[in-house]
C-alpha cells in the first residue's frame, strides 16, 4: 500500500497545475497542456488478491483514445509484484477515454483527466466478471466519481439501448431511404436515448450530465453527417454539426471529426460537375497553347476521320491524357477542400486535416507534404509529423530486426505442432517466449519466402468473411514463394473453436493459436485495433502494414511485383 500512499501523494500535489474544467478539444486553453508531462493523467491500478504464482498468466490491456491517423492506441501493461499497474497516456489532454481489460474478468470504459485509481478484487471478478462498473471494482482519486457515474451509466436499460442502436445500424445502412426519412428517424432515435439518460441523470444526479449530452451530441451529428457524404445538406443543419465542439478525447468525438472532414472532402453531384468542367478547359487551354502538333494528335485525328492510324500511340497518349487528368483532379479537389476548410474556425479545420490522413504511409507522407503547411495550431502539426517519424521509424525498426534474425535449424516451428486436420490445415499453439521470438521462428519457418500474416478472431465476422471468400486468390497465391499464416489470438476464443472454425471453413495452410501473452503483445507491437489485421513481409524481409487489407482483395498480378 505504501506505492499507492506515495501515489496519491504525488498526484495530489499536482491538482494545483490539473485542475478539472469543460474544455473544448478546439480550445486555445490546451495548447500549453498537450505536451506538458504535468497534465498527463496518473492511473494506477491495484489487483487486491493478486498471486504473482497463481495470476501469472493475467494480462492487464488497455486502448486509449487519441488524436492522429489511427484514432486508437492498444497498450499492455506491467504487473507489478504487489499487483499494482500504470496506464500510461501520451498527450496532455483534458478527459480522455481508455478501455481497460483485466483478462476475462474485467472490461470497462474509463474517462481520465486528472488522476484515478482503480480497485479490482480478483478473488470477486474471479467468481463473477464485471462489464463497466459492478462488485469488485471500485474507484479513487480526482476522477473516481465521473467514472463511476459513467460506467454505471453503461450498464443502465443497456438491453434497451443496445435494441436501439441496432436499430439506428439498421436505417444508416439503408441506402434506398431519403434523406429526409432518415433525419426524421435518426432524431426519434435520439430523443429516445435522450430520455433514457434523463432517467438516469434523475436517479443519480446531473454533476456529470455534461459528459453523456456531450458524447451523445457527438453520435447524433457525426450520424448526421454520414447521411449527407456527397450530398447538399440544409444550411442550418451543416451549421449545428460545425458549432457542436467535442469535450472528450473519445471513439465519439474520433468518429465525429472523422466524418466532418469525409463531408468536406466528398464532393457533391454538383461540385464534382464543376470540378471536371475545370480541369478539361484547363487542359483544352493548356493545348490550343501548344506550338507543335504531337503524334498523339495526329494519329488521334486519324482514329476520327476512321482512317488507318498507329494503335499504340492513341493509346500511350489516352494513358498520359487520363494520368494528367487525374492529377488536376487531385489538385483541384485539394483547393476545392482547402477553401471549405478556410470557412471553419482555424483549430476545427486543423483536427479535421490531422483526422483525416490517410493510413497508408506512402499516401499519408503526400498528403502532409500538402496540409503541413497549411496547419495553424503548433500541437496539431507537432502531433501530425511524429505521429508519422514514429511509424515510420517502427517499421524500419522491425524490417531490420527480421532481417537480422538469428538463422536458427531448418526445423524450427511455429510452436508446439497438434497436428494435421482433414482439409490439410497444419495447427500450432505458440510457445515464444515473447513477440521478438515468436517473430524469429515466423521469419526462419518461412526461409526465402514471403510472408502474409492473417491476425484474426474466432467470434470476427469480418475475419470469418474474408476467410470465406479468399479460397480463389489463395489458389493463384500457391504459384508464387509466399506462404499464409494464420494467427488466432486469445481473445475470447478457445483452441476448441479455433479447430471447429477452421474445418467448418475448409482452410489448408499453417494456423497458429496465441496464447494470452503473445496475442497481447502481438496487438501491441504491430498497434492492431481489430479484426481482421493483415502483415506482409517480403522475402527480403522489408515490413508492409498496409499493403493488404483483405486476402480476398489480392490482385495476384500486381501482388508479385510486391515479393
Given at each position: 500500500m505504501?506505492?499507492?500512499?506515495?501515489?496519491?501523494?504525488?498526484?495530489?500535489?499536482?491538482?494545483?497545475?490539473?485542475s478539472?474544467?469543460?474544455?473544448?478539444?478546439?480550445?486555445?486553453?490546451?495548447?500549453?497542456?498537450?505536451?506538458?508531462?504535468?497534465?498527463?493523467?496518473?492511473?494506477?491500478?491495484?489487483?487486491?488478491?493478486?498471486?504473482?504464482?497463481?495470476?501469472?498468466?493475467?494480462?492487464?490491456?488497455?486502448?486509449?483514445?487519441?488524436?492522429g491517423?489511427?484514432k486508437?492506441?492498444?497498450?499492455t501493461a506491467?504487473?507489478?509484484?504487489?499487483?499494482?499497474?500504470?496506464?500510461?497516456?501520451?498527450?496532455?489532454?483534458?478527459?480522455?477515454?481508455?478501455?481497460?481489460?483485466?483478462?476475462?474478468?474485467?472490461?470497462?470504459?474509463?474517462?481520465?483527466?486528472?488522476?484515478?485509481?482503480?480497485?479490482?478484487?480478483?478473488?470477486?471478478?474471479?467468481?463473477?466478471?464485471?462489464?463497466?462498473?459492478?462488485?469488485?471494482?471500485?474507484?479513487?482519486?480526482?476522477?473516481?466519481?465521473?467514472n463511476?457515474y459513467?460506467?454505471?451509466?453503461?450498464?443502465?436499460?443497456?438491453?434497451?439501448?443496445?435494441?436501439?442502436?441496432?436499430?439506428?445500424?439498421?436505417?444508416?445502412?439503408?441506402?434506398?431511404?431519403?434523406?429526409?426519412?432518415?433525419i426524421?428517424?435518426?432524431?426519434?432515435?435520439y430523443?429516445?436515448?435522450?430520455?433514457?439518460?434523463?432517467?438516469?441523470?434523475?436517479?443519480k444526479?446531473?454533476?456529470?450530465?455534461?459528459?453523456l449530452?456531450?458524447?451523445?451530441?457527438?453520435e447524433?451529428?457525426?450520424?448526421?453527417?454520414?447521411?449527407?457524404?456527397g450530398?447538399?445538406?440544409?444550411?442550418?443543419?451543416?451549421?449545428?454539426?460545425?458549432?457542436?465542439?467535442?469535450?472528450i478525447?473519445?471513439?465519439?468525438?474520433?468518429?465525429?471529426?472523422?466524418?466532418?472532414?469525409y463531408?468536406?472532402?466528398?464532393?457533391?453531384?454538383?461540385?464534382?460537375?464543376?470540378?471536371?468542367?475545370?480541369?478539361?478547359?484547363?487542359?483544352?487551354?493548356e493545348?490550343?497553347?501548344?506550338?507543335?502538333?504531337?503524334?498523339?494528335?495526329?494519329?488521334?485525328?486519324?482514329?476520327?476521320?476512321?482512317?488507318?492510324?498507329?494503335?499504340?500511340?492513341?493509346e500511350?497518349?489516352?494513358?498520359?491524357?487520363?494520368?494528367?487528368?487525374?492529377?488536376?483532379?487531385?489538385e483541384?479537389?485539394?483547393?476545392?477542400?482547402?477553401d471549405?476548410?478556410?470557412?471553419?474556425?482555424?483549430?476545427?479545420a486543423?483536427?479535421?486535416?490531422?483526422?483525416?490522413?490517410?493510413?497508408?504511409?506512402?499516401?499519408?507522407?503526400?498528403?502532409?507534404?500538402?496540409?503541413?503547411?497549411?496547419?495553424?495550431?503548433?500541437?496539431?502539426?507537432?502531433?501530425?509529423?511524429?505521429?508519422?517519424?514514429?511509424e515510420?521509424?517502427?517499421?524500419n525498426?522491425?524490417?531490420?530486426?527480421?532481417?537480422?534474425?538469428?538463422?536458427?535449424?531448418?526445423?524450427?516451428?511455429?510452436?508446439?505442432?497438434?497436428?494435421?486436420?482433414?482439409?490439410?490445415?497444419?495447427?500450432?499453439?505458440?510457445?515464444a517466449?515473447?513477440?521478438?521470438?515468436?517473430?524469429?521462428?515466423?521469419?526462419?519457418?518461412?526461409?526465402?519466402?514471403?510472408?502474409?500474416?492473417?491476425?484474426?478472431?474466432t467470434?470476427s465476422?469480418?475475419?470469418?468473411?474474408?476467410?470465406k471468400?479468399?479460397?480463389?486468390?489463395?489458389?493463384?497465391?500457391?504459384?508464387?514463394?509466399v506462404?499464409?499464416?494464420?494467427?488466432?489470438?486469445?481473445?475470447?476464443?478457445?483452441?476448441?473453436?479455433?479447430?471447429?472454425?477452421i474445418?467448418?471453413?475448409?482452410?489448408?495452410?499453417?494456423?497458429?493459436?496465441?496464447?494470452k501473452?503473445?496475442?497481447?503483445?502481438?496487438?501491441e507491437?504491430?498497434?492492431?485495433?481489430?479484426?481482421?489485421?493483415?502483415?506482409?513481409?517480403?522475402?527480403?524481409?522489408?515490413?508492409?502494414?498496409?499493403?493488404?487489407?483483405?486476402?480476398?482483395?489480392?490482385?495476384?498480378?500486381?501482388?508479385?511485383?510486391?515479393?
Amino acid at each position: 500500500m505504501r506505492f499507492i500512499t506515495l501515489f496519491i501523494f504525488l498526484v495530489f500535489g499536482n491538482c494545483i497545475l490539473n485542475s478539472q474544467s469543460n474544455v473544448s478539444l478546439e480550445s486555445k486553453d490546451i495548447d500549453n497542456r498537450i505536451f506538458n508531462p504535468s497534465f498527463s493523467p496518473k492511473i494506477l491500478g491495484y489487483l487486491l488478491n493478486y498471486s504473482k504464482t497463481i495470476d501469472k498468466d493475467l494480462i492487464v490491456k488497455y486502448t486509449i483514445s487519441t488524436l492522429g491517423a489511427k484514432k486508437q492506441k492498444a497498450r499492455t501493461a506491467i504487473i507489478n509484484e504487489d499487483g499494482t499497474f500504470e496506464l500510461i497516456t501520451e498527450i496532455g489532454v483534458p478527459y480522455q477515454q481508455i478501455w481497460l481489460n483485466i483478462g476475462d474478468y474485467f472490461k470497462g470504459k474509463l474517462i481520465v483527466n486528472q488522476d484515478l485509481i482503480i480497485y479490482a478484487d480478483l478473488k470477486r471478478l474471479k467468481k463473477k466478471e464485471v462489464l463497466n462498473f459492478g462488485k469488485g471494482i471500485d474507484f479513487a482519486g480526482s476522477d473516481a466519481g465521473l467514472n463511476k457515474y459513467v460506467c454505471e451509466y453503461m450498464n443502465f436499460e443497456s438491453n434497451t439501448i443496445e435494441k436501439i442502436n441496432k436499430e439506428k445500424i439498421s436505417l444508416l445502412l439503408n441506402f434506398t431511404a431519403q434523406s429526409k426519412y432518415k433525419i426524421q428517424k435518426i432524431n426519434e432515435i435520439y430523443h429516445s436515448l435522450e430520455q433514457i439518460e434523463q432517467s438516469y441523470i434523475k436517479k443519480k444526479g446531473s454533476t456529470f450530465k455534461w459528459i453523456l449530452e456531450n458524447e451523445r451530441l457527438s453520435e447524433y451529428y457525426s450520424d448526421i453527417l454520414s447521411i449527407h457524404w456527397g450530398k447538399d445538406i440544409e444550411k442550418s443543419l451543416i451549421t449545428n454539426c460545425v458549432n457542436h465542439e467535442p469535450l472528450i478525447l473519445s471513439n465519439s468525438s474520433n468518429q465525429y471529426y472523422d466524418f466532418l472532414n469525409y463531408f468536406y472532402v466528398t464532393p457533391n453531384a454538383y461540385e464534382v460537375k464543376l470540378l471536371k468542367e475545370q480541369v478539361v478547359k484547363e487542359q483544352v487551354e493548356e493545348n490550343a497553347g501548344a506550338k507543335n502538333i504531337t503524334p498523339y494528335e495526329i494519329e488521334l485525328n486519324k482514329k476520327k476521320a476512321k482512317l488507318p492510324y498507329d494503335k499504340s500511340i492513341v493509346e500511350d497518349g489516352d494513358k498520359v491524357l487520363a494520368k494528367q487528368f487525374e492529377i488536376k483532379m487531385a489538385e483541384a479537389k485539394l483547393n476545392m477542400v482547402l477553401d471549405k476548410f478556410s470557412k471553419l474556425s482555424p483549430r476545427k479545420a486543423d483536427l479535421l486535416k490531422l483526422v483525416g490522413q490517410p493510413i497508408e504511409l506512402e499516401e499519408r507522407a503526400k498528403y502532409l507534404k500538402e496540409m503541413l503547411p497549411t496547419i495553424q495550431t503548433e500541437w496539431i502539426r507537432l502531433i501530425a509529423q511524429n505521429d508519422f517519424d514514429e511509424e515510420q521509424n517502427k517499421i524500419n525498426k522491425i524490417s531490420t530486426f527480421l532481417k537480422q534474425v538469428t538463422k536458427r535449424d531448418i526445423n524450427t516451428k511455429l510452436g508446439d505442432h497438434l497436428g494435421y486436420l482433414n482439409n490439410g490445415a497444419s495447427l500450432f499453439t505458440s510457445n515464444a517466449e515473447d513477440i521478438n521470438d515468436f517473430m524469429n521462428d515466423v521469419s526462419n519457418y518461412y526461409r526465402n519466402r514471403a510472408i502474409i500474416i492473417d491476425i484474426w478472431a474466432t467470434w470476427s465476422a469480418p475475419s470469418i468473411s474474408d476467410m470465406k471468400n479468399s479460397k480463389p486468390v489463395l489458389y493463384g497465391l500457391d504459384s508464387l514463394p509466399v506462404e499464409v499464416l494464420y494467427l488466432c489470438v486469445e481473445n475470447h476464443s478457445t483452441i476448441e473453436n479455433w479447430k471447429e472454425k477452421i474445418s467448418e471453413l475448409g482452410l489448408h495452410g499453417d494456423h497458429v493459436f496465441l496464447d494470452k501473452k503473445i496475442s497481447a503483445q502481438i496487438m501491441e507491437y504491430f498497434e492492431i485495433g481489430g479484426f481482421p489485421s493483415y502483415l506482409f513481409f517480403d522475402i527480403e524481409r522489408n515490413f508492409d502494414p498496409y499493403l493488404i487489407d483483405g486476402i480476398s482483395n489480392i490482385n495476384i498480378k500486381s501482388f508479385k511485383e510486391k515479393l
